[in-house]
T-cell receptor, first 113, second 116 residues
């Protein structure tokens, strides 16, 4: 079984500041890891994913995440926050790209001017 | 990326009525579709997994007689909430994946169900 823990239900940053959203996972098999973003009353949009290979994954909108097996982490970062980044972010794990996703509880990113 | 649509985007119904939500993969064949439920300010909870031509597999605690799922074709899955009650009010999101979706599930925009 897999599980995901997202530390911090809310993260507040100033525009232009570093964004760091934390995600730790547990999995009995090599995981597939995902970060999704959700804007109000909308579905989920994939930011980035890790399947195999390079542990530093670059996604859309300037986001990136690093898979650290020793720390069972997959934290999401962005060097400089933009107002449009304000949204809910979900980390998810699965055992393959086709199997069910287990989501974390989400982190709301608030960006202030 | 691939596109998944849901219809309707929002629906309001009276208690006791049934509501059908459609999930379509527009540009790929979805061998597997997933249905999630999301309560306000909470995460997505998987309700069921449906494979084309097979009966859906429901997660523990989800009433299969209340949430009827049909995946009759490679591009369409439907979720019918039967005899809806106010506690069924929620945001329902589907996702789809297939052999050509490159290790990714594509999510629909969601359906907001409000039961009065």
């Amino acid at each position: 079984a897999q599980s995901v823990t997202q530390l911090g239900s809310h993260v507040s940053v100033s525009e232009g500041a570093l964004v760091l959203l934390r995600c730790n996972y547990s999995s009995s098999v090599p995981p597939y890891l995902f970060w999704y973003v959700q804007y109000p009353n909308q579905g989920l949009q994939l930011l980035l994913k890790y399947t195999t290979g390079a542990t530093l994954v670059k996604g859309i909108n300037g986001f990136e995440a690093e898979f650290k097996k020793s720390e069972t982490s997959f934290h999401l970062t962005k060097p400089s926050a933009h107002m449009s980044d304000a949204a809910e972010y979900f980390c998810a794990v699965s055992i393959s790209g086709y199997s069910t996703l287990t989501f974390g509880k989400g982190t709301m990113l608030l960006v202030s001017p | 990326g691939a596109v998944v649509s849901q219809h309707p985007s929002r629906v309001i119904c009276k208690s006791g009525t049934s509501v059908k939500i459609e999930c379509r993969s527009l540009d790929f064949q979805a061998t597997t579709m997933f249905w999630y439920r999301q309560f306000p300010k909470q995460s997505l909870m998987l309700m069921a997994t449906s494979n084309e031509g097979s009966k859906a597999t429901y997660e523990q605690g989800v009433e299969k007689d209340k949430f009827l799922i049909n995946h009759a074709s490679l591009t369409l899955s439907t979720l019918t909430v039967t005899s809806a009650h106010p506690e069924d009010s929620s945001f329902y999101i589907c996702s789809a994946t297939g052999a050509s979706s490159y290790n990714e599930q594509f999510f629909g925009p969601g359906t907001r169900l409000t039961v009065l």
